[in-house]
């Protein structure tokens, strides 16, 4: 019982409310069902900790385990999460074909879907830049078909050479 109220979303020890519990010991095993005080006694005898990691289940399912490396864990398991959410990039040109236009722009979806931001490129080369108003069309396209997956996070703009939008996730 080194730890009394370490976290409000997990409670620990003497935080647990259920009268019984199914212990799980550290290496996993299913020890049973016992009173909240025996599950303790048992962590404290062990020096670890009690948590209690399903409390919707019946019975409250704890297990014996040294909490400050379970939250640590569950600290990196989020961050982890967190870091695969990345800008992706998609390139378009004003002369494509309606195929490969339908493939990147199922890309961007599927992208949108996992809850990547994209950021839809057109490039322009030679006499192509005098035309920038396709760039803008193609752009516009792009936000109609993408509408119900994801909606634009930055408008249209003009960088040199290219002109591109961002899109998050969300939508309709």
Same mark, same amino acid.
Do not use: S
């Given at each position: 019982m080194r730890r009394e109220k370490i976290s409000n979303e997990t409670r620990v020890n003497h935080e647990i409310t259920a009268g019984e519990v199914r212990v799980i010991d550290k290496d996993g095993e299913q020890i049973g069902v016992m009173s909240?005080?025996?599950?303790l006694k048992e962590a404290e005898d062990q020096d670890l900790d009690l948590v209690e990691v399903a409390p919707e289940a019946d019975p409250v399912v704890a297990?014996?385990?040294?909490?400050g490396k379970y939250k640590y864990k569950q600290q990196k398991k989020k961050q982890k999460q *967190? +870091?695969?959410?990345?800008?992706k990039?998609?390139?378009f040109s004003i002369k494509i074909e309606e195929h490969d236009f339908n493939t990147k722009v199922n890309h961007i979806k599927k992208f949108l879907k996992d809850g990547h931001k994209v950021r839809a490129t057109v490039f322009f080369r030679g006499r192509e830049k005098a035309h920038k108003d396709r760039g803008y069309d193609l752009l516009d396209d792009i936000k109609e078909e993408v509408q119900e997956v994801g909606e634009?996070? *930055? +408008?249209p703009t003009q960088k040199g050479q290219v002109v591109q939008m961002l899109l998050k996730p969300g939508g309709d």
């Open positions: 909240l005080e025996d599950a297990k014996i385990l040294d909490y *967190q +870091k695969k959410k990345k800008l990039t998609i390139k634009v996070d *930055q +408008k």
